[in-house]
């Protein structure tokens, strides 16, 4: 474990014995962890907030989102999604294979779990992050739409980060019988029994999710969107979970708010991003003590 100094987070990479690396089949995959403890003592465990980047992002740049947890008190972890993230580059799976998210979270609890008794945890992601935050509540993908989506019967937008990931993961895994075997893992339950609450932001994939499986969470959701998102629309990708989840609640961020705002150097509404922020560390104080 290393630490680049004052305020900043320890950085440990860890590995998943159980999944290869997408580059390399003969190493485990990698899941890189962003760590901040809290800055004040307790007498018992904080409570620990996990947070998912988005496609293409890295838990190094969540800043926005893990400042406000850990201001709060929280102790906060950000990973880095193997073949998603811009430290180490992309791979078409780490794009269109999302069910392997939740997975790198629950491999970070373990780990720490291991080391010291875990306080109340709770997961908050952006864009794809907000889909990885939910399967870990029960939210579970419909393997049949993933296929329609892999063989072209479904439309696949394009991904700007990774224009052509379609047509890249198709050259490394060609569609037949096995691949779509290999779904099942899509639809596997990847929800984590330590997960308490989760906080959406702009969140993608659902439609993706089944309704039948988000009616089954039973964990605290806020949602957060942008009213002008055109990545991450809300009927197509946030209402799926506001109207399927009964314990989900939320509002929009703005009119305004497009999906790069919470990321982007200069956003249209400057303050989207700290207001937001400031809404997942209340939330999490409500349904985390």
Do not use: C
Not at 5 to 26: F, K, N, T, Y
Not at 49 to 77: K, Y
Not at 251 to 263: E, I, L, Q, T
Request: glycine share 10%; aromatic share 6%; no cysteine.
């Amino acid at each position: 474990m290393t630490t680049s100094g004052q305020g900043q987070p320890l950085i440990r990479v860890l590995h998943d014995e159980s999944r290869s690396d997408l580059r390399d089949p003969a190493r485990p995959r990698p899941v890189r962890l962003y760590l901040w403890e809290p800055s004040r003592p307790r007498a018992t465990p904080a409570p620990l907030v996990v947070v998912s980047h988005g496609t293409g992002g890295s838990g190094s740049t969540m800043e926005w989102l893990v400042r406000p947890l850990h201001e709060a008190g929280f102790r906060v972890v950000a990973l880095d999604h193997h073949g998603n993230n811009h430290v180490d580059g992309y791979e078409p799976e780490g794009f269109l294979h999302v069910w392997d998210r939740p997975r790198d979270v629950t491999l970070a609890l373990d780990a720490l779990a291991r080391e010291e008794l875990l306080g109340p945890v709770g997961v908050a992601g952006f864009s794809l992050g907000g889909y990885t935050a939910a399967a870990l509540a029960g939210a579970r993908v419909d393997p049949q739409i993933v296929w329609a989506v892999l063989t072209g019967a479904v439309r696949l937008p394009e991904i700007p980060e990774f224009p052509g990931a379609l047509e890249a993961l198709r050259r490394k895994h060609p569609l037949d019988e096995s691949s779509r075997r290999a779904l099942d893992a899509a639809a596997a339950d990847l929800s984590d029994s330590r997960v308490r609450a989760v906080f959406q932001v702009a969140p993608g994939a659902g439609g993706l999710v089944t309704p039948e499986s988000l009616a089954a969470v039973k964990v605290p959701v806020g949602i957060r969107w942008g009213g002008a998102d055109t990545v991450n629309p809300y009927e197509v990708d946030t209402r799926p979970y506001l109207e399927h989840v009964p314990t989900a609640s939320g509002r929009s961020a703005g009119p305004d708010v497009r999906h790069d705002d919470f990321f982007a150097p200069e956003p249209a509404d400057p303050a989207v991003r700290v207001r937001v922020g400031g809404e997942a560390a209340a939330f999490f104080q409500q349904h985390l003590g």
